[in-house]
């Protein structure tokens, strides 16, 4: 993976709009965070100060430390800061002015709240994947085997989706080119998700699967044995 001068120029000035949320984030204070990193405190201010290629790395000693910390890390994957681009130029241990063993957990963790903005994504965008590929919310339900309501709810923000439909349907719509580059577009299929599929990821302690919606198939048969 090949990180360009503009990319690092784009993490650095990420780092910098955002230092202070990521100190709150791991409750460290500033002081606490000077002692830690080594950083002494005109450095860091001038880190801060200056948005320049030079501070890459100083960057990369502040991704190393907010992430050992959950809340930070997390909000370092939401915001950006640690991307699926910057996780695999760590692991493909690219040349740069650090170690990569500085890294205490690049696998970008997967927590219920970032679950549920992928499949929010999803249903805010099913309507218009359906269209990409001419198929009616019916013929949808036809092929993933998901009730046609839930589909119709998923689409009005009704029925929030779960975890194995988004999943469900991702790769129906990953068989498609078009459908797969608007994903790429609207960040549904993202190089996280890539690394997700993989087995690449992290999942919060606390995190339990969801059962599976009811399919077309669950509905039918509840409705016979009710006869």
């Known amino acids: 993976m090949v990180i360009t001068q503009e990319d690092k120029n784009n993490y650095v000035n990420k780092m910098i709009d955002n230092f202070n949320i990521l100190l709150d984030c791991s ?52 915001l950006n800061i640690i991307d699926a681009k910057l996780l695999l130029f760590l692991q493909n241990k690219e040349t740069g002015f650090y170690n990569t063993k500085m890294m205490a957990n690049y696998k970008p963790i997967f927590s219920q709240k ?13 309507s218009i994947l359906r269209k990409y590929v ?30 194995n439909t988004f999943l469900l349907f991702l790769f129906i719509f990953l068989q498609n080119d078009s459908t ?33 919606d009811e399919t077309s198939n669950d509905i039918a048969n509840k409705d016979t044995d009710n006869m």
């Open 180 to 212: 797969t580059f608007y994903m790429k577009q609207k960040s549904i299929y993202t190089e996280e998700i890539k690394l997700f599929l993989r087995g690449v990821y992290s999942d919060e302690s606390d995190f339990e699967f969801e059962d599976c």
């Open 27 to 78: 409750e460290l204070t500033i002081e606490k965070f000077y002692d830690i990193s080594g950083i002494g405190k005109y450095r860091l201010n001038t880190f801060l100060q200056e948005k320049a290629i030079s501070s890459w790395k100083t960057f990369i000693v502040c991704i190393s430390i907010f992430s050992i910390y959950p809340a930070a890390l997390d909000k370092m994957i939401e």
């Open 114 to 126: 970032k679950r549920e903005n992928y499949c929010k994504k999803m249903s805010n965008n099913l």
């Open 134 to 163: 001419n198929l009616s919310q019916q013929e949808l339900s036809n092929i993933s085997g998901v009730n046609n309501l839930y589909i119709c709810n998923y689409e009005n923000n009704s029925r929030k989706m779960n975890w």
